[in-house]
């Protein structure tokens, strides 16, 4: 009996040292991140982008959406901002032996980019930058017919902005259009390219929907 309260004992202490270490490590990353240790917010961020890669798709988001936001590459990151690129596509689909756009390329691209750019103001474990942009690309045929990857949105979304955006009720084009992303369509309504800018444009403050 003496040797079982013993061991009981011994392992309750053992479980209390991993819980205080573990709770003395995540205090250390708050406090370095609070300091703007960029060391370790990058850590953090790419620990979070791969993490992403290999997570499982949530019930309510689509897999085409899922799978631009889990191919999200990190272009920059500061103490005040944080810029990823993804990929989209229109989606086709077989109908009576034809293929016809269900998904145009616009729409596509504004659902991964308001997707991403939730997960990046919101879902990224004790980093709170304040500032998070989306470059949406797809490809192009160049002059000598090979594919071009080109930028065809651009959006950003400073914290204070993104208070005021219901990313529940919230299509993403209402989204894009509150946050005043960047793109452009041809005489068909098609993406064109578009340039790059250095920083993050947009919405600046909360404001009117």
């Not at 620990?47 to 631009?68: A, C, D, F, H, I």
Request: charged share 25%; proline share 6%; hydrophobic share 45%.
């Amino acid at each position: 009996m003496e040797w079982a309260v013993l061991g009981i004992t011994v392992l309750f202490l053992f479980f209390s040292w991993v819980i205080v270490q573990g709770t003395r490590a995540q205090l250390a990353y708050r406090r370095a991140i609070a300091a703007g240790d960029m060391d370790v917010i990058r850590e953090v961020v790419e620990q979070t982008l791969e993490q992403w890669r290999s997570m499982k798709r949530p019930k309510e988001v689509p897999p085409n959406v899922w799978r631009g936001v889990q191919g999200m590459e990190l272009v920059s990151l500061g103490p005040d901002h944080i810029r990823v690129g993804v990929s989209a596509e229109g989606q086709f689909r077989l109908v009576e032996g034809r293929w016809q756009e269900v998904t145009g390329l616009l729409d596509e691209a504004m659902a991964v980019a308001a997707k991403g750019l939730e997960m990046l103001l919101y879902d990224i474990p004790n980093v709170r930058l304040p500032w998070a942009t989306v470059d949406v690309y797809t490809a192009f045929r160049g002059p000598d017919g090979q594919p071009q990857r080109q930028c065809i949105l651009s959006v950003s979304a400073s914290r204070q902005a993104a208070r005021n955006v219901d990313w529940d009720a919230w299509t993403p084009a209402q989204i894009i259009s509150y946050l005043e992303g960047r793109y452009r369509l041809d005489e068909q309504g098609r993406p064109l390219p578009i340039e790059v800018d250095d920083g993050p444009t947009g919405r600046r403050e909360a404001g009117a929907a």
